[in-house]
Every structure is written in C-alpha cells, then in structure tokens.
C-alpha cells in the first residue's frame, strides 16, 4: 500500500504551518519596527512577541537581514495599493505622477520605520545580499520593488507617449525618484536642514513634510517634462 498521499498531506501541512508562523512573525517584527524603529527592534523580543523562542525564527529565516527584507515586503505591498489608486485618480500624465509622488511622500511620512527598512537593505552590497538571504526571499523583495516601480514607469511612459513627457528611459527615472526619494523621506522626518547664516557660519533650519512633498513632486516633474 502506497503512502505517498499521507506524506504530501503531511507535507503540505507543513508547509502551511510554516507560511502562518513566518507571517506571524514578520507581522511582530513589524509592530516592532513601527513602535520603536528598526535600529531597536530585536530578534529576541519579537519572538517573545509571537510566543516562540529566537531558534525557531532561525529556522524560518535564514538570519535577521532576511526577516527584515521580508518585513519590507509587507510595508511595499501597501505602498504599491497605494501608487495604483494615485495613478488611477487621474487621466493627465502631469497630475497622475504629482499624485504618484505625493502618495510616495504621504505613505513614508506616515511609515517612518519603511523608510529605515529601504534604507538599510540599499545600503548593502548585492553580493552581501546574496550571501545573507535566500533566493526565494530576494525575489519576493525583487518583485515587491518592481512591482511600485512598474506603476511609476508606466504613468512615466504614458506621458511620453502622450508628449506630456520626455523621459528617455522611464525606468532608470523611476528607480532615480524611488532611491533620492527615500533620502528626502528621512530629511522630512528628521525636519532639520543645514545652511549658511553668514560665509563659513552652519546653522539649522526647519523644514516640514508638507515642503519636502512639494519638492519631490516639482523635481518629478521636472526631469519628466525634460
């Protein structure tokens, strides 16, 4: 008598069990990271969270860096709902990409431990990400990144087409906003800026959100019209 139905069942079992517990975790990781930041957050009192013991979390994930790319995942996943409605609002190449911008602005204003998350894995080397999360993981973020890219560069060839824009290559100016884009976000939450009083005396100023998103979509626009 054949077992090999019970042992798929088994398996697939298991695998379920593992895709709860790996959500499970990435959503503690998560509040954690939207509590305290992502520089706070660790391992240890995550799997508190969850009820497990840190071990587990290792077997999930092949080490933190994996976990908090996945966690990424999650946050890009809202962004990318979010990019889509911003490029549904309108039909004019102009107003569709302000809105795409402003709704980048607004979401990691409001998501602050996103813009730490992006941040700390772009400052990685791809080697070192190869060498510290799996391939499966790395296409899940691949994939998460691509798929808010898709939008921008999409409303970016439309208005090309349309002769609204002229972008030569629509994908490397929606890779170009994501990544500047992501260094203004930590400028608007940190709400300082540096300037000269006199020649040669620094001294600080304020800037808000609210200024930081009418730059971001002015510069858009502007490398967009050409």
Same mark, same amino acid.
């Given at each position: 008598?054949?077992?090999?139905?019970?042992?798929?069942?088994?398996?697939?079992?298991? #695998?379920?069990?593992?895709?709860?517990?790996?959500? %499970?975790?990435? !959503? =503690?990781t998560?509040?954690? &990271?939207?509590?305290? @930041? +992502?520089?706070?957050?660790?391992?240890?009192?995550?799997?508190?969270?969850?009820?497990?013991?840190?071990?587990?979390?290792?077997?999930?994930?092949?080490?933190?860096?994996?976990?908090?790319?996945?966690?990424?995942?999650?946050?890009?996943?809202e962004?990318?709902?979010?990019?889509?409605? #911003?490029?549904?609002?309108?039909?004019?190449?102009? %107003?569709?990409? !302000? =809105?795409?911008?402003?709704? &980048?602005?607004?979401? @990691? +204003?409001?998501?602050?431990?996103?813009?730490?998350?992006?941040?700390?894995?772009?400052?990685?080397?791809?080697?070192?990400?190869?060498?510290e999360?799996?391939?499966?993981?790395?296409?899940?973020?691949?994939?998460?990144?691509?798929?808010?890219?898709?939008?921008?560069?999409?409303?970016l060839?439309?208005?090309?087409?349309?002769?609204?824009?002229?972008?030569?290559?629509?994908?490397?100016?929606?890779?170009?906003?994501?990544?500047?884009?992501?260094?203004?976000?930590?400028?608007?939450?940190?709400g300082?800026?540096?300037?000269?009083?006199?020649?040669?005396?620094?001294?600080?100023?304020?800037?808000?959100?609210d200024?930081v998103?009418?730059?971001?979509?002015?510069?858009?626009?502007?490398?967009?019209?050409?």
């Open positions: 008598m054949s077992t090999a139905p019970e042992t798929d069942g088994r398996r697939r079992a298991a #695998a379920v069990r593992r895709r709860a517990r790996e959500a %499970e975790i990435i !959503a =503690a998560r509040a954690r &990271f939207d509590a305290i @930041g +992502v520089g706070e957050a660790l391992i240890d009192e995550i799997a508190a969270d969850v009820g497990i013991n840190r071990a587990i979390v290792y077997r999930i994930f092949t080490g933190k860096e994996e976990l908090f790319a996945l966690t990424l995942v999650s946050y890009l996943d962004l990318r709902d979010a990019l889509d409605d #911003a490029a549904a609002s309108s039909t004019v190449p102009t %107003e569709r990409l !302000a =809105a795409l911008v402003g709704a &980048f602005v607004d979401y @990691g +204003v409001a998501h602050p431990a996103f813009v730490d998350c992006a941040q700390t894995l772009m400052r990685r080397r791809g080697e070192d990400l190869l060498a999360i799996s391939e499966s993981a790395l296409f899940r973020l691949g994939r998460a990144i691509s798929s808010c890219l898709t939008i921008l560069s999409r409303v060839e439309d208005g090309v087409t349309d002769g609204a824009f002229t972008v030569e290559d629509p994908v490397l100016l929606a890779n170009t906003l994501y990544a500047s884009g992501l260094g203004a976000l930590q400028l608007a939450r940190v300082i800026l540096v300037k000269e009083a006199a020649p040669g005396l620094p001294t600080l100023g304020r800037v808000s959100a200024q998103r009418s730059h971001l979509v002015a510069s858009a626009l502007a490398l967009a019209g050409g």
